[in-house]
């Protein structure tokens, strides 16, 4: 048997931090995507090669063990395979060839996209039925649990099921989502990946997480009820809080909270067709990236500010974990062409390398073609 897997990644255009504190995010499917050709074997050996020399290896699914180190691309597949089976689907033996037009490293979901894409390619090569929110959930444990990286739900969900000309509003704590229209007509997204690597993304992802964390403990106590996350406090609680919340917590909880209700506004602009007012929340929410919560860099700096000066651009931020990867920007077509000549000045002015764009619209989620 044969399969074909097309696996997107996603860009998040909204909402940013939000998905682990039990908040709103909104993300969108892009076309950038991860293939795999899958075809069948006999026993429970898994050979797996992805686009690059040298980068094949094999692997047995009774003997799935996490890395000890730093992962590599296979532990990905690895810890698929491991959620899957420990879920109760038995997998078969398969060939992966895998190819990715996604930018590793650079905030737009390559890991995964490679979860869904080798989930989907050996669920269909067993015979086996796992509705796409399943699928996600499944992928997430696996990043969590095998690989070792704390991420939240939202790249998963984004990637399972995102749909053409829809973004995805995803509430966090209860995995309710809603499609809403994505209608850009004379409009385009354009990614711009700063080809910053985002050495530090990961401690301070992590260092992100347990100041909100602390945030919550410390506001409960003050405000005498429990607090799940900060996605329990209205704005009046959390601008009441400055006066005890130390400097550093405060700004953390301002930013979750203001965010929460920007996706809110978000998505009603959307459902309403402004695109403007649309805009001028993902530059809100950039501002806020930047000052409050500290993830933002010098070169996503640039890259949005360049943006925003431009004529056509409705609106910028930084996309991702933060300290490199990409920023993301909605403009009128007619202006792709001279924002990114602006932005490739901006960056040789500095002496940057020049940064890669990729212009895309709202894509489907994983498809298989059998």
Same mark, same amino acid.
């Given at each position: 048997?044969?399969v074909?897997?097309?696996? +997107?990644?996603?860009?998040?255009l909204?909402?940013?931090?939000?998905?682990y504190?039990?908040?709103f995010?909104m +993300?969108a499917?892009?076309?950038?995507?991860?293939?795999v050709?899958?075809?069948?074997?006999?026993?429970?050996? #898994?050979?797996?090669?992805?686009?690059?020399?040298?980068?094949?290896?094999? !692997?047995?699914?009774?003997?799935?063990?996490p890395?000890?180190r730093?992962?590599?691309?296979v532990?990905?597949?690895?810890?698929v395979?491991?959620?899957?089976?420990?879920?109760?689907?038995?997998?078969? &033996?398969a060939n992966?060839e =895998?190819?990715?037009t =996604?930018?590793?490293?650079?905030g737009?979901?390559?890991?995964?996209?490679?979860?869904?894409?080798?989930?989907?390619?050996? #669920?269909?090569?067993?015979?086996?039925?796992?509705? *796409?929110?399943?699928?996600a959930?499944?992928?997430?444990?696996a990043?969590?649990? !095998? #690989?070792?990286?704390?991420?939240?739900?939202?790249d998963?969900?984004?990637?399972?099921?995102?749909?053409?000309g829809r973004?995805?509003?995803?509430?966090c704590?209860?995995?309710?989502?809603?499609?809403?229209?994505?209608?850009?007509?004379?409009?385009?997204?354009?990614?711009?990946d700063?080809?910053?690597?985002r050495?530090?993304?990961?401690? %301070?992802?992590n260092?992100?997480?347990?100041e909100?964390?602390?945030?919550?403990?410390?506001?409960?106590?003050?405000?005498?009820?429990?607090?799940?996350?900060?996605r329990?406090?209205?704005?009046?609680?959390?601008?009441?809080?400055?006066?005890y919340l130390?400097?550093?917590?405060?700004?953390?909880s301002?930013?979750?909270?203001?965010?929460?209700?920007?996706?809110?506004?978000?998505?009603?602009?959307?459902?309403? &067709?402004?695109?403007h007012?649309?805009?001028?929340?993902?530059?809100?929410s950039?501002?806020?990236?930047r000052?409050l919560?500290?993830v933002s860099?010098?070169?996503?700096?640039l890259i949005?500010?360049?943006?925003?000066?431009?004529? &056509?651009?409705?609106?910028?931020?930084?996309?991702?974990?933060?300290?490199?990867?990409?920023?993301v920007?909605l403009?009128?077509?007619?202006?792709?062409?001279?924002t990114?000549?602006?932005?490739r000045?901006?960056?040789?002015?500095?002496?940057? *390398?020049?940064?890669?764009?990729?212009?895309?619209? %709202?894509?489907?989620g994983?498809?298989?073609?059998?």
């Amino acid at each position: 048997m044969r399969v074909r897997v097309i696996a +997107p990644g996603r860009v998040n255009l909204i909402g940013e931090h939000t998905d682990y504190n039990e908040g709103f995010v909104m +993300p969108a499917a892009i076309e950038p995507s991860v293939f795999v050709e899958a075809t069948s074997r006999s026993g429970r050996m #898994v050979s797996a090669r992805i686009d690059g020399p040298g980068r094949a290896t094999s !692997f047995s699914l009774d003997r799935l063990l996490p890395p000890r180190r730093n992962p590599v691309w296979v532990d990905y597949v690895k810890g698929v395979c491991w959620a899957l089976e420990r879920a109760g689907y038995v997998l078969r &033996g398969a060939n992966l060839e =895998i190819k990715s037009t =996604i930018p590793v490293g650079a905030g737009l979901s390559s890991s995964a996209a490679l979860e869904l894409g080798a989930a989907a390619a050996l #669920v269909n090569l067993a015979g086996l039925t796992i509705r *796409p929110a399943e699928m996600a959930m499944l992928c997430r444990s696996a990043e969590n649990e !095998f #690989v070792g990286v704390r991420c939240g739900i939202m790249d998963q969900f984004a990637v399972a099921l995102g749909r053409a000309g829809r973004a995805l509003l995803l509430d966090c704590r209860s995995l309710a989502y809603e499609y809403i229209p994505l209608v850009l007509e004379r409009y385009r997204l354009l990614i711009v990946d700063s080809r910053v690597s985002r050495s530090l993304a990961a401690s %301070a992802y992590n260092r992100r997480r347990e100041e909100c964390e602390a945030a919550v403990q410390q506001l409960a106590v003050q405000l005498g009820r429990p607090l799940r996350s900060l996605r329990d406090l209205s704005l009046e609680e959390i601008t009441g809080a400055q006066s005890y919340l130390p400097d550093l917590l405060f700004k953390r909880s301002l930013y979750v909270v203001e965010e929460n209700g920007r996706v809110i506004k978000a998505a009603a602009a959307l459902r309403g &067709g402004d695109l403007h007012t649309f805009g001028r929340l993902m530059g809100l929410s950039h501002a806020g990236l930047r000052d409050l919560y500290q993830v933002s860099c010098p070169l996503l700096d640039l890259i949005v500010d360049t943006a925003a000066a431009c004529p &056509g651009v409705l609106g910028a931020r930084m996309t991702g974990a933060g300290f490199g990867g990409c920023a993301v920007v909605l403009l009128e077509a007619k202006a792709v062409e001279l924002t990114g000549e602006k932005i490739r000045e901006a960056f040789a002015r500095q002496g940057w *390398p020049e940064p890669r764009f990729y212009l895309t619209a %709202a894509a489907p989620g994983v498809t298989v073609e059998i």
